[in-house]
């Protein structure tokens, strides 16, 4: 499995940003794909949004309200839509993925692209 981030730009405090994951190599149609993120000096965070194939999704409550998952699945194409960023958000963002019918559990994905980067100026 491969996954290819694009998108990250450098973008002024409450403005919008959206993210492209380009997958390719799943020998199932039963997958999940989510984001993460490591801001400068921090360790990597968590999956805080994901999206399966069947359409499920699942978003962290750091995130829920903000940014929004979807996804093109005839293209394996998976989106964030990042709203109302703040400096906090300043991050590389990578993409990740699992096999099975379900999202979670979250140990399981296995798949890293090499990330992105969003810097959010104040």
């Known amino acids: 499995v491969q996954l290819v981030e694009s998108g990250g730009d450098l973008v002024q405090a409450g403005g919008s940003l959206r993210l492209s994951c380009e997958a390719s190599g799943f020998t199932s149609d039963h997958y999940a794909i989510g984001w993460s993120r490591q801001a400068p000096g921090e360790k990597r965070e968590g999956i805080f949004s994901?999206?399966?194939?069947?359409?499920?999704?699942y978003y962290a409550d750091s995130v829920k309200g903000r940014f929004t998952i979807s996804s093109d699945l005839a293209k394996k194409v998976v989106y964030l839509q990042m709203d109302s960023l703040t400096p906090e958000d300043t991050a590389v963002y990578y993409c990740?993925?699992?096999?099975?019918?379900?999202?979670?559990?979250?140990?399981?994905?296995?798949?890293w692209g090499q990330g992105t980067q969003v810097t959010v100026s104040s």
């Open positions: 990740a993925a699992k096999y099975g019918s379900t999202w979670y559990p979250l140990y399981e994905y296995n798949y």
């Open positions: 994901i999206i399966s194939s069947d359409g499920s999704t």
